[in-house]
């Protein structure tokens, strides 16, 4: 089986276990974002469509090399031999905040959770944009975790 050269680094470093993150556009961002407002205590979520969608600082190569450096293969998932995609889906707030972080499709319960860790894990973006202004957009990336031999 022909390695990729990403593959071979991690070989090369001696990691026996490494994750792949792929982007895709429809899957990177969604393009909705959130303004809440309230009405007799109860928030109401309007979804409208996006001018500018939030921008990672560096762009995705620096976010897949920032998900690359902290992702840690979890030891259960390791022995359970669970590898696969986890979907994470995350608000970036007005001031570029990731918020709200959750699975949205789950592959093992540790691989979940250092997902989970690691998009916490990371800095202010530029936030999303609506006529000019900052609003909250939803985000999902997927995440992928594959064992290597």
Not at 53 to 71: E, H, L, R, T
Not at 84 to 112: C, M, Q, W
Request: proline share 5%; glycine share 6%; net charge positive.
């Amino acid at each position: 089986m022909k390695q990729t050269l990403v593959g071979k680094w991690f070989l090369k470093k001696g990691i026996f276990a490494f994750v792949l993150l792929f982007f895709t556009l429809a899957l990177a961002f969604s393009t909705s974002s959130c303004n809440k407002n309230q009405k007799s205590d109860q928030k109401e979520m309007d979804v409208t469509v996006v001018d500018n969608k939030p921008q990672y600082p560096g762009g995705n190569s620096a976010m897949i090399n920032f998900i690359s450096k902290k992702v840690k293969y979890p030891a259960a998932a390791k022995e359970a031999g669970a590898e696969g995609e986890v979907i994470v889906s995350f608000l970036i707030d007005e001031k570029g905040r990731v918020t709200n972080a959750e699975v949205k499709k789950s592959v093992h319960p540790a691989l979940d959770k250092e997902a989970l860790r690691v998009v916490k894990l990371m800095p202010k973006w530029e936030p999303g944009r609506q006529n000019g202004e900052p609003v909250v957009v939803s985000v999902e990336i997927p995440i992928s975790f594959k064992l290597t031999l």
